[in-house]
């Protein structure tokens, strides 16, 4: 059964009830693979990351960080022997350009492993993400990307909705019509499991240029 995090940005490690729905779902921890977002960075990249886990009881018998420093026909291996998949929060368009070189995004899909992504890994985790400079991108046009597609629809992860809604669903309205958004702030999360997707936090979801706030399933503590 597919399960996938989507999340936030966390400041104070995991929330009580978000870090217990991780351990019930993460059994397997012999391996957590890393993808960084600046693969350019090797020193004490996904550290904040690693530490939501270890606070929440859960690591794992290797480690495992994929940048330049791996060649790409071991970051398939690695990938490949994964029990937990982490996209590292950072910079978006970084990762997704290092997801098509390595050809990362394949692997992943085919994986067996828990997906988790923060910020612009859980971005890079959707199927389609809209670049614009609104949403802090320093890009001059906006643009369609291509994530790794684990799911079929798009995220806006760690953006301060509640202060730009009206921003927000005019920015993602063309893109909604096509596909279903889901758009959160820092401390949220989005699950899928199987056919099942759970919401943590305030989560909105844009669909047909309609904006709605989701009710929680699972609340944070």
Known sequence: MKIHYYLGWFNNLFPENLGRVLLEDITDRKSLVLISSNPNIYEDDGATERSWLVQAGITFDEYHLINYRVQKEDAQTIIQNASVIFLLGGNTL?????????????????????????????????????????????????????????????????????????????????????????????????????????VFGNVFLISHSKIQKLDETLKLQ
């Open 94 to 198: 970084k990762q997704n350009g290092f997801l098509m070189e390595y050809e990362l995004s394949d692997s992943i899909k085919k994986s067996c492993a828990v997906v988790m992504g923060a910020s612009a890994g859980a971005i890079n985790m959707s199927a389609k993400w809209l670049c614009s400079k609104n949403f802090g991108y320093e890009v001059v046009m906006s643009s369609v990307y291509n994530g790794i597609g684990l799911d079929n629809f798009s995220v806006l992860s760690h953006f301060d909705l509640e202060n730009n809604i009206a921003l927000v669903q005019s920015e993602l309205s063309l893109l909604s019509e096509e596909i279903d958004i889901y758009a959160s702030n820092k401390d949220c999360a989005v699950r899928v499991k199987g056919d099942k997707i759970d």
